[in-house]
């Protein structure tokens, strides 16, 4: 029987990729966070919202490339597969996630980027990027 490890987001960029170099000055890899926001009315008619907040990581010549055109703020969509690690902490044994990126497209709204061949079901689910205070550290 065959798995499956794949994921792919659309959101928007909480702050600049953080970038690491080998010693050679070359790019080794590009990690950001990723909100998408997930919104609905419930049974009694009211808004309701939740942003989730997703770790991503690009690896050499995609991390250049991350490194060069992502932004604070940009509208992407990251195709990857989802990554466990663990660590322990104060003697307790925690599991991290993260999105191993495979590949990446620009959505921001700019002349000359990428837009979206259709809207979003919700026409309100990508307006907006969510408030930097919102962002994990």
Excluded: C
């Excluded at 979206?116 to 309100?124: E, F, Q, R």
Aim: proline share 5%.
């Amino acid at each position: 029987m065959k798995t499956k490890n794949r994921i792919d987001l659309i959101g928007f960029v909480g702050r600049d990729p953080d970038v690491s170099y080998r010693d050679d000055k070359t790019v080794l890899n590009a990690r950001f966070s990723l909100a998408t926001t997930e919104r609905w009315t419930d049974s009694s008619g009211a808004k309701k919202e939740r942003t989730e907040w997703h770790r991503v990581v690009f690896w050499d010549r995609l991390a250049e490339t991350v490194a060069k055109f992502v932004h604070s703020g940009s509208f992407l969509e990251v195709e990857g597969s989802m990554h466990s690690s663990k660590y322990e902490k104060d003697g307790v044994m925690h599991t991290s996630w993260q999105v191993r990126g495979f590949d990446f497209r620009l959505l921001d709204r700019a002349a000359g980027d990428v837009v979206p061949s259709s809207p979003p079901s919700d026409s309100g689910a990508f307006d907006e990027p969510p408030a930097v205070g919102d962002m994990p550290l």
